[in-house]
């Protein structure tokens, strides 16, 4: 019976090749020389750092043009408030991983909502779809492709 996952990963190397690439061309530019301005990566996401919210929004736009480049939707970073104190602004970014339940049980209630003949089913992180047919596979990812959720999702193992 032909299947597919459904999951929301993100790639973690192309983040961090990202990252390097923003703090590189922030090191370059006119209007951050002198300030201490850079994009930490940890280990769920990344930090924002400078001395004033401007430069944090010009970090932030440097940033998804990086990371939009090197392939990961920008959808996948959750980011925060910005938080300023005396001479320091930071802002933390959180990269969201996998489908949590709520998300999952909406992909399935859309999926059930095309009135396909196809079975959803939700295993950890990541739905599965089946079916007889390959196109009726096929036209559930196109409607879910359509359906503009607010996580980017990638269709994977698709086996006939």
Do not use: C, W
């Not at 032909?2 to 703090?23: G, K, L, R």
């Not at 919210?53 to 043009?65: A, E, N, P």
């Not at 910005?82 to 320091?88: E, G, H, M």
């Amino acid at each position: 019976m032909p299947s597919f996952d459904i999951v929301s990963e993100v790639d973690m190397h192309e983040v961090t090749n990202a990252v390097d690439q923003t703090n590189r061309e922030i090191s370059n530019r006119f209007d951050f020389k002198g300030t201490s301005a850079k994009v930490e990566q940890t280990d769920t996401g990344l930090v924002l750092e400078s001395e004033n919210d401007f430069q944090i929004r010009q970090m932030l736009d440097i940033l998804h043009k990086k990371i939009s480049k090197r392939g990961i939707d920008v959808a996948a970073l959750s980011e925060g408030d910005i938080v300023t104190s005396l001479n320091k602004a930071t802002m933390a970014i959180t990269i969201r991983q996998g489908i949590d339940q709520d998300s999952a049980k909406k992909i399935v209630k859309l999926i059930k909502g095309t009135r396909l003949k196809v079975q959803s089913s939700i295993q950890g992180d990541k739905v599965r779809v089946s079916g007889k047919k390959r196109d009726d596979l096929q036209e559930t990812i196109s409607a879910l492709k359509d359906s503009g959720t607010d996580l980017p999702l990638q269709y994977i193992n698709f086996r006939d």
